[in-house]
């Protein structure tokens, strides 16, 4: 079993900045892929920023350029650089970890961007 703590969400003028957490515990080594999803209130859960166990990442086009996706093994933590924030990243974003069947994710982590 895996447990997923996120931290670092917050209230943030647009153009401003974030940086998101992810801590996990428990049995990682059969996780293949850590990722970031969010939610915006009335819309569905999506993708934004995914780094696989190789080191490859994946963006979303939305967020390509402003978030950089990474991670420290060590630490067993991924992070999430929000840059040039706009209104429209507005959501609770969720830490995801995937692997050997199985699909984690954190409780999530209320972030707002104000114009």
């Known amino acids: 079993q895996v447990q997923l703590v996120e931290s670092g969400g917050g209230l943030v003028q647009a153009g401003g900045s974030l940086r998101l957490s992810c801590a996990a515990s428990?049995?990682?080594?059969?996780?293949?892929?850590m990722g970031w999803y969010r939610q915006a209130p009335g819309k569905q859960r999506e993708l934004v920023a995914q780094?696989?166990?190789?080191?490859?990442?994946n963006d979303a086009d939305s967020v390509k350029g402003r978030f950089t996706i990474s991670r420290d093994n060590a630490k067993n933590t991924v992070y999430l650089q929000m840059n040039s924030l706009k209104p429209e990243d507005t959501a609770v974003y969720y830490c995801?970890?995937?692997?050997?069947?199985?699909?984690?994710w954190g409780q999530g982590t209320q972030v707002t961007v104000s114009s």
């Open positions: 780094i696989f166990r190789g080191g490859f990442t």
């Open positions: 428990g049995s990682i080594f059969n996780i293949n892929v």
């Open positions: 995801n970890m995937a692997g050997g069947g199985s699909n984690y």
